[in-house]
């Protein structure tokens, strides 16, 4: 009714300004409030309580766990996760519930903070559609869902070849993160796709970068590769293009470790990047 309504958005409200208050309080003092904050999640994101009023709610638990999972200690993430409020917050994402940017954003947050101090199981993302639905983030309209869309993935790529695995395995995953690392104006976007591709080239398996670099469908031209390349070539900002180099410099390591007579990889940046070589250094040089 409409008085427990009000009074559920008044205290999400006070529990939301309370655990991000300055300074921030003891994770002590919050840890009672988890199964609440969870308990509220859940009834407001369900089909039959998803309303105008309802989502007033959910954004503050939204935010108030985004607070919460921002300290960067795993223990008190790991009393976040053992709740079970990982799988609501993967829902808030969900395409089906059409969540506005004040409601996705902080969800997305406290889960990149998860995902970056939790070594999550790989069975983790099979059961859980967390890649898919951000996945789909990657084309919305809004720029900081796109960032932070991207954040997230960066923190999954950078913990273990499986969960570098689980990211390049979704269909389409890859194309994807590449389209928009090369047509977006954003540079903060940029960055952050550049560490996705990072981590996975500077930790993967020979196999994992094999299928990176391997062509896409004939209808995609998307090519890690040529992204990497003309980066290097289009780019002023030194930190991008000093992670463009070493994302090539794996890209090779990669090929040295297949030990053929001549690395398969030097051949695909020479062609990729359209280099010339000058017969007198016996360098390449972009052309």
């Known amino acids: 009714n409409a008085i427990s309504g009000t009074f559920l958005r008044n205290a999400s409200w006070a529990l939301r300004n309370f655990c991000g208050g300055k300074p921030r309080p003891n994770f ?3 840890e009672p409030a988890l199964l609440t904050l969870v308990s509220l999640l859940s009834y407001t994101i369900t089909a039959s309580n998803s309303n105008n009023g309802n989502e007033e709610i959910t954004k503050n638990v939204c935010w108030a766990l985004s607070y919460v999972t921002g300290n960067d200690d795993p223990v008190s993430l ?9 799988p609501r917050l993967i829902e808030v994402l969900s395409p089906e519930k059409k969540y506005p940017v004040t409601i996705q954003s902080p969800a997305l947050i406290a889960l990149g903070n998860i995902v970056a101090d939790i070594p999550l199981p790989a069975s983790f993302f099979a059961n859980e559609p967390l890649l898919p639905n951000l996945m789909g983030l990657l ?3 809004k720029h900081t869902i796109r960032k932070d869309a991207c954040w997230t993935l960066s923190n999954i790529t950078a913990e273990s070849q499986d ?6 395995s979704v269909d389409g995953m890859v194309p994807a993160l590449l389209r928009l690392f090369d047509t977006t104006d954003h540079l903060d976007i940029r960055k952050e796709i550049m560490w996705v591709l990072s981590n996975a080239l500077e930790d993967g398996t020979i196999k994992q970068i094999r299928f990176l670099v391997q062509p896409r469908k004939n209808d ?12 290097i070539k289009t780019t002023t900002d030194t ?21 053929k007579k001549k690395n398969p ?8 990047g359209n280099f010339t070589k000058d017969v007198r250094s016996n360098q390449y040089q972009i052309s």
Not at 163 to 168: D, G, T
Not at 220 to 231: A, E, F, G, M, V
């Open 220 to 231: 995609d031209p998307c090519s890690i590769i040529t992204s990497l390349c003309n980066l």
């Open 28 to 30: 002590e003092i919050i």
């Open 265 to 272: 990889m030097i051949a695909k940046i020479v062609s990729a």
């Open 78 to 86: 790991q009393a976040v996760f053992d709740t079970g409020v990982v």
């Open 239 to 259: 930190e991008l293009v000093t992670m463009a180099l070493e994302g090539l410099k794996n890209i090779i390591r990669a090929g040295v470790k297949e030990k």
């Open 163 to 168: 969960h570098i695995q689980a990211v390049i």
């Open 139 to 141: 084309s919305s309209s």
